[in-house]
């Protein structure tokens, strides 16, 4: 019943936008909205996925697109206007889940510099860290994670610090790095992914695989296809990317249970997560 709920509400909300332009098909319109979403133009692609959805509404692929943007308008707008500090933060992880999901890095970055300086942390750091190296700023990366105080240095930082030498040519310190730092026993996918592309830059490529690995086994199934997209695409890999080993790792399966709020085919970057139905276990 209430995911039928959550539905009517979208379908009603779709009445407030224009009707689709004359000769438009439903694909058309979903197609515009994807190249518009790729471009960061959220409520012109908020338009087009209404469009698609009104045009054909038994279409669920087509109504969650339009349910996801339109969550993802309403909170950018409530981000700016948010007073408390913990619900703010909650906000900004949400969206900077759904930016990078989409690979809409330059929106990442811009809202990963406001959420470093408001929290001045390392999970903090380790985000911009990332959109840095997405963007191929290295430098940037590297400064970022060396300011950080060393009682609030982590594995994921020092990771990603001596990554970003790495991609500078400094070699010696990225190695030395590498060797003083590994993933704790009870490390989330993450971390130990982050740990892997060290090891991988500098040429550990055994401990690499093997690290790699225990990310493919830990991380949730409905996030695995992330995981091994970003490994295959990642440069620290493509070196890798070739052999026999590679190709070995790429076939692990996950070895965690799949939580209920995690079934969807996005949901692991979807701000809608705990909203809709897949976030409410129904």
């Known amino acids: 019943m209430k995911r039928a709920f959550l539905w009517s509400v979208v379908l009603v909300s779709l009445g407030i936008h224009p009707f689709a332009a004359s000769g438009e098909t439903p694909e058309q319109a979903f197609n515009s909205g994807e190249t518009l979403l790729a471009q960061a133009d959220f409520q012109g692609a908020l338009g087009a996925f209404g469009r698609a959805a009104r045009a054909d509404r038994g279409n669920r692929e087509y109504l969650q697109h339009y349910a996801v943007v339109r969550r993802v308008v309403m909170l950018r707008r409530q981000l700016d206007a948010e007073e408390d500090d913990a619900r703010w933060e909650y906000i900004a992880r949400g969206l900077h889940a759904f930016y990078v999901s989409q690979r809409l890095h330059g929106e990442a970055l811009a809202l990963d510099r406001k959420m470093h300086a408001k929290l001045d942390n390392a999970s903090s750091a380790v ?156």
């Open 127 to 282: 985000m911009l860290a990332e959109t840095h190296l997405a963007l191929n700023q290295d430098a940037e990366a590297a400064e970022t994670l060396a300011s950080l105080p060393p009682a609030e240095q982590t594995p994921s930082t020092r990771s990603l610090r001596g990554l970003a030498l790495a991609r500078q040519g400094k070699l010696d310190e990225a190695r030395r790095i590498a060797a003083g730092v590994g993933p704790s026993g009870d490390a989330g996918p993450g971390a130990i992914y982050r740990v892997a592309r060290l090891n991988a830059a500098v040429g550990n490529d055994e401990q690499a695989l093997g690290l790699l690995t225990r990310c493919f086994e830990t991380v949730a199934p409905s996030r695995l296809d992330a995981f091994k997209d970003h490994a295959r695409q990642s440069p620290e890999f493509t070196r890798l990317a070739s052999t026999s080993a590679f190709a070995q790792v790429m076939k692990t399966e996950s070895k965690v249970a799949e939580s209920k709020c995690s079934g969807g085919s996005r949901c692991a970057g979807c701000p809608m997560r705990g909203k809709c139905g897949h976030g409410r276990g129904q």
